[in-house]
T-cell receptor
Framework: AQSVTQLGSHVSVSEGALVLLRCNYS??????LFWYVQYPNQGLQLLLK??????LVKGINGFEAEFKKSETSFHLTKPSAHMSDAAEYFC??????????????FGKGTKLSVIP | KAGVTQTPRYLIKTRGQQVTLSCSPI?????VSWYQQTPGQGLQFLFE???????NKGNFPGRFSGRQFSNSRSEMNVSTLELGDSALYLC???????????????????FGDGTRLSIL
């Protein structure tokens, strides 16, 4: 079974500072990787996904993630944090469960706080 | 295009009761997955339905069940509720491409806002 590790359950940055959220995965095959964001009392919103077409993936709201196979990492970054970025972020890997079914395995999440 | 709709948004039940949650996927999406989110265990996969058939099931007891209708809407049912079933239940839909010998390509899953179930 695949697994996802998010380093840091809580990250605080100042408004305007770089956001870096870390994600490492374990997979024996090229993975399908995703980042989702969850605002309070809401579901998960897709930020971006890795599709193997490019190692640097751009997503919504100015976020991007870089796939590094040698490091089995898929870290999420944003050059300048905004107050509205405060939320919980989840890294996920899509695993083939057989019979054409895929399921998402999530990391434990990183709660991002933005300090004005 | 309407997103994934889950009803109800909030539910309070007592131990021993049963509950049914509903999920309407994005139009055209035929795959529906359910996840349980708790502070302690995080997000855990419950099951996936595609074309009215359960394709995959996570590591949950038989008290958790589901079904999918011909219009792709899905319901999940939890019987004999326990305090530990208190959670946010999330439904996700995706568009599956069926290729060749029945293998499905992966598409991102789109989530609803969830049903928050509280057990007293």
């Amino acid at each position: 079974a695949q697994s996802v590790t998010q380093l840091g359950s809580h990250v605080s940055v100042s408004e305007g500072a770089l956001v870096l959220l870390r994600c490492n995965y374990s997979s024996s095959v090229p993975p399908y990787l995703f980042w989702y964001v969850q605002y309070p009392n809401q579901g998960l919103q897709l930020l971006l996904k890795y599709t193997s077409a490019a190692t640097l993936v751009k997503g919504i709201n100015g976020f991007e993630a870089e796939f590094k196979k040698s490091e089995t990492s898929f870290h999420l970054t944003k050059p300048s944090a905004h107050m509205s970025d405060a939320a919980e972020y989840f890294c996920a890997v899509s695993e083939n469960s057989g019979a054409g079914s895929y399921q998402l395995t999530f990391g434990k999440g990183t709660k991002l706080s933005v300090i004005p | 295009k309407a997103g994934v709709t889950q009803t109800p948004r909030y539910l309070i039940k007592t131990r021993g009761q049963q509950v049914t949650l509903s999920c309407s996927p994005i139009s055209g999406h035929r795959s529906v997955s359910w996840y349980q989110q708790t502070p302690g265990q995080g997000l855990q996969f419950l099951f996936e339905y595609f074309s009215e058939t359960q394709r995959n099931k996570g590591n949950f007891p038989g008290r958790f069940s589901g079904r999918q209708f011909s219009n792709s809407r899905s319901e999940m049912n939890v019987s004999t509720l326990e305090l530990g079933d208190s959670a946010l239940y999330l439904c996700a839909s995706s568009f599956r491409l069926v290729l060749g010998a029945g293998e499905s390509a992966n598409q991102p899953q789109h989530f609803g806002d969830g049903t928050r179930l509280s057990i007293l």
